[in-house]
Structures are given as structure tokens and as C-alpha cells.
């Protein structure tokens, strides 16, 4: 289908996108410098994932570099300044970064300082640009109940700073084992979303939903085949955070005609649009929409549509649309 002339950027908003998925290539070669970590590629390569990489597994370890280098309060404030730069660049008027404080400790940097250096690069890159963000945290699938506490505890320590906890991770491992974390994010009133119906199918959903009392889902792609759980995301309003080229790089989609946004979309479903790894995927929000013009048609009324379902569905306080 012909690509169609879509609304000119601005007022966007980006619900789910990982720090460590989106350092600019540029700065991941940078970082690697001054700390003395050998490339043996051009950093590109390093960084971004080839579209036919084959699934997740792979996928993941397209991050293995910049978690090396970004194991420095420094490096992460300087990654969060410029993903929120890159933000509005993009017309992103309010982002969400999440990251795993757990991940960043190499070196000796606790979870609060991995927490409040992302926090001040964040809030540096909103004080030059205007562009309202959000912070939140990640549990890991396959770390421990414990370690996902201990990333819970983090986030109502730094409640100031943080706006959300999310589980992450590889979906073969369930999630139920982590909902101590969530509990407590509840009781704390700290809303959550989950990553789901990835890789795993409408079981893990479910899981999210029931368990865990996600009020967002991480990708959601696998729910079409369910039709209760359709019937329940949609009475239930429950933002599915869809990204189109992630989700066919890590084979949840084959292609991405494939892709369910459209026809979820058009079933009244709360369907949003991120880019989930700005470099991993090599992507922004624009081009995200741009594909599913050229795919699917859209229209200014569909980006409005998931750019107001996103609003609504963020975790802190979007500024009002200009
Ligand atoms: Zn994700």
C-alpha cells in the first residue's frame, strides 16, 4: 500500500522504550574509549540488530555492549540526557525510559545511585528540551524473587523519581515467582506494566493481568488467538504497548503485515506505538508510524487515536497537547 501523508510530528508520547536498547551508537563508541573496551566491529554492527536476527535470544545480545559501558552514574546520566535530546528530535513530548538498576553494578554502583544518575540525565534533558519523562524500573524474568524485590524496594525508595515497575526478561520463565515485588508496588500505589505475549503466549497475559495486576502490557502481540482475553483487555481498557519493528526483529511477528495493532486498533483495544529499542531497532516513533502508514494506511487518525490512548495509559504526567 502507498505511504500516506501522516500528521507532522509533535506531541507524542512514548510509553515503553529501554535505555539500554536506545544509546546512540555514537556514544556507546565513546563510552568504550575512555573505559578501554576493545571493538571489533564498527560500533553499528555492535549495537543494532540485523532484521533477520533470527528471535529474542539473539536480539538480547545486541545490549551485551552498552550494558558494558554504561556501568558509570556518568555514562548513564549522559545516555538519559540524550535519549530525552533524541525524544524530541523525534516530536516526543513526554517519554518513559525503563532500565534495570540491577544491571549496572559491574563496578560497584548501587541501585539508587544507577537510579538517581538516570534520574538527574533525565531530568537534564528535560530542562533543554521541555520534553516531559518518566522513570521506570524492570525486574528480570529469570533473576530471583529476591532480586526483583530488592528492584521494587529500590523503586519506592526513589518514589520521587520513579513512576512505574515492569517485568522484563526471557518470557519462557513465568512470572508469578516475582509477584512479591508487585504486591509491593501495589500496596505502595506504583503502577506497573509487564511484558507479555511476546514470546510467550496468552497464558503469560493472563498472568500479567491476574497475578501481577498489570494495568499496561509490554507488546501483547500474542493475544489475538484468545478471544476472553480480548473480551477482558478490552472491558478492562488495558494499553497494549505495541512496537511494530521489535516485535518482527524478535520473530513475536513473522512480518510485519503480520502485525496485530491494526485490527486490535480498530476492536476499540487501547493500542499504542513505541520503539522499545531506538537502536537496537534502529528506529524512532516516526518511523514507527511511517511503517504502518505505508503498511497499513494509516492516517492522522490512527496516530491520534494511539498517541491519546497513550496519554492516558502514562505512568507520570504528560504535558497537555499544544
Ligand atoms: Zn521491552
Known amino acids: 500500500m502507498t505511504a500516506v501523508t501522516g500528521p507532522s510530528p509533535g506531541n507524542r508520547v512514548e510509553l515503553h522504550c529501554h535505555l539500554d536498547a536506545s544509546v546512540r551508537p555514537g556514544t556507546v563508541a565513546d563510552l568504550a574509549g575512555v573505559q578501554g573496551v576493545p571493538l571489533d566491529a564498527p560500533v553499528e554492527h555492535l549495537v543494532t540488530a540485523p532484521s533477520d536476527c533470527g528471535g529474542l535470544p539473539r536480539f538480547l545480545t545486541y545490549l551485551d555492549l552498552p550494558l558494558r559501558v554504561l556501568q558509570t552514574p556518568d555514562a548513564l546520566r549522559r545516555a538519559a540526557r540524550e535519549l530525552v535530546e533524541d525524544w524530541h528530535a523525534d516530536g516526543v513530548t513526554y517519554g518513559e525510559a525503563r532500565f534495570a538498576p540491577q544491571l549496572h553494578g559491574r563496578f560497584g554502583m548501587t541501585q539508587d545511585e544507577a537510579v538517581r544518575a538516570v534520574a538527574e540525565g533525565l531530568a537534564e534533558g528535560r530542562d533543554t528540551t521541555g520534553v516531559g519523562t518518566g522513570l521506570l524500573l524492570c525486574c528480570l524474568r529469570h533473576q530471583t524473587p529476591e532480586e526483583s524485590l530488592s528492584v521494587a524496594e529500590t523503586a519506592l525508595r526513589n518514589r520521587d523519581q520513579v513512576a512505574g515497575l515492569d517485568l522484563a526478561g526471557d518470557e519462557r520463565c ?149
Open 174 to 322: 513465568p512470572g508469578v515467582p516475582h509477584r512479591a515485588a508487585f504486591d509491593l508496588a501495589h500496596a505502595a500505589g506504583l503502577p506497573c506494566t509487564v511484558h507479555a505475549g511476546e514470546a510467550a503466549g496468552p497464558r503469560s497475559i493472563w498472568e500479567a493481568l491476574d497475578v501481577l495486576g498489570a494495568r499496561r502490557i509490554g507488546h501483547g502481540v500474542r493475544c489475538t488467538t484468545d478471544q476472553a482475553l480480548l473480551a477482558r483487555l478490552r472491558s478492562e481498557d488495558v494499553t497494549l504497548e505495541m512496537c511494530p519493528t521489535s516485535n518482527v526483529r524478535t520473530a513475536a511477528v513473522p512480518h510485519l503485515r503480520a502485525h496485530p495493532a491494526d485490527r486490535l486498533l480498530a476492536a476499540g483495544l487501547r493500542v499504542t506505538i513505541s520503539t522499545d529499542a531506538r537502536t537496537t531497532c534502529d528506529t524512532t516513533v516516526e518511523r514507527e508510524f511511517a511503517a504502518m502508514r505505508a503498511e497499513f494506511g494509516w492516517t492522522a487518525d490512527e496516530e491520534t487515536r494511539c498517541q491519546a490512548n497513550a496519554t492516558r495509559a502514562a505512568f507520570d504526567s504528560p504535558p497537555p497537547p499544544r
